[in-house]
């Protein structure tokens, strides 16, 4: 069965500091990767997908996240965090037929 | 022009009652969704619908049954509400079933049962 693990329950970052947010996967086969952010009171959405090809996926936002098979892990990335950045961001896996089991979460609190 | 919209967007109500959920979306979106996102924001999917077919069906009690009447709307109904209902019910919708498709999602229902 597939499983998603995001181990940092909780980051603070200074604004303007770099940004990475862990998630590890266990799937048998090629997974397709996806992390989505969900602010206060909405919906999750979408920042970027990994499906195929290059391994460095460009994402909205100025979000970019790295695939390593060797690792099993999709880290999302971001070079500046913004004051805006801060919400709840979950990383999934579609182990097809839509059943995307998503992670717990790892919620991201920017300071001045 | 909300994509998805879910209502109610907050839900209060006692043990033992029956409420539904509405869900509807203006994507053309052939496929929906409903998850749960519990207190420890753990999202897990409940059930999926392509054209209007049940697709996932997870294991979730026979207390929730979802409706839908087209391919624009997908409802949950929730009979005889527990303690342990309390969540965060999300609708989502996407084109297609292949697995890299972007399921967009509504702004979340808050179910408070007391």
């Known amino acids: 069965a597939q499983s998603v693990t995001q181990p940092d329950i909780h980051i603070t970052v200074s604004e303007g500091a770099s940004l990475e947010l862990r998630c590890n996967y266990s799937?048998?086969?090629?997974?397709?990767l996806f992390w989505y952010v969900q602010s206060p009171g909405q919906g999750l959405q979408l920042l970027l997908k990994?499906?195929?090809?290059?391994?460095l996926v460009q994402g909205i936002k100025g979000f970019e996240a790295e695939f390593k098979r060797s690792q099993s892990s999709f880290n999302l990335r971001k070079p500046s965090v913004h004051w805006s950045d801060a919400a709840e961001y979950f990383c999934a896996v579609d182990g097809g037929y839509q059943k995307v089991t998503f992670g717990t979460g790892t919620k991201l609190q920017v300071i001045p | 022009d909300t994509a998805v919209s879910q209502t109610p967007k907050y839900l209060v109500t006692q043990m033992g009652n029956d409420k539904s959920i509405k869900c509807e979306q203006n994507l053309g979106h052939d496929t929906m969704y409903w998850y749960k996102q519990d207190s420890k924001k753990f999202l897990k999917i409940m059930f999926s619908y392509n054209n209007k077919e049940l697709i996932i069906n997870e294991t979730v009690p026979n207390r929730f049954s979802p409706k839908s009447p087209d391919k624009a709307h997908l409802n949950l109904h929730i009979n005889s509400l527990e303690l342990g209902d309390s969540a965060v019910y999300f609708c989502?919708?996407?084109?297609?079933?292949?697995?890299?498709?972007?399921?967009?999602f509504g702004q979340g229902t808050r179910l408070t049962v007391v």
């Open positions: 799937y048998g086969a090629t997974p397709y």
């Open positions: 990994y499906f195929s090809g290059d391994t």
């Open positions: 989502a919708s996407s084109q297609g079933r292949s697995r890299n498709t972007e399921a967009f």
